[in-house]
């Protein structure tokens, strides 16, 4: 994923949080944020060090940043995309957290409908 669809800084984080909207099953907690003047989604990931070590952590945020790239034509364009791991994400392995990605997304009414 590019670094110009990767949230990095404190005050988006903080914005997604105050004003976004916020969804979550069992494994993730997501907050989206939009934004009119931005044509593009960016994501945000959150993983803490309640959930393992750093090799832990890490292979959260590929398998999160991979979903979203496979999910990336259905997602809601100008928004901003806050992702929160929670403890059970830890012991999953790729196609889990996709399909729990694509369930919490289609919750929050983020995720387009496929037409194949």
Known sequence: MKKEFRIKKNNDFQAAFKRGRSFANRQFVVYSLE??????FRIGLSVSKKLGNAVT???IKRYVRQ???ELQDQL???NDYVII???PASEMDFFEVKKSLT???KVGKV??????
């Open 35 to 40: 934004k009119e003047e931005q044509d593009f």
């Open 57 to 59: 952590r890490n292979r």
């Open 67 to 69: 979903a979203i790239l």
């Open 111 to 116: 995720l387009k409908k496929n037409n194949f």
């Open 76 to 78: 809601a364009l100008g």
């Open 85 to 87: 791991a929670r403890k």
């Open 103 to 105: 369930h919490v997304l």
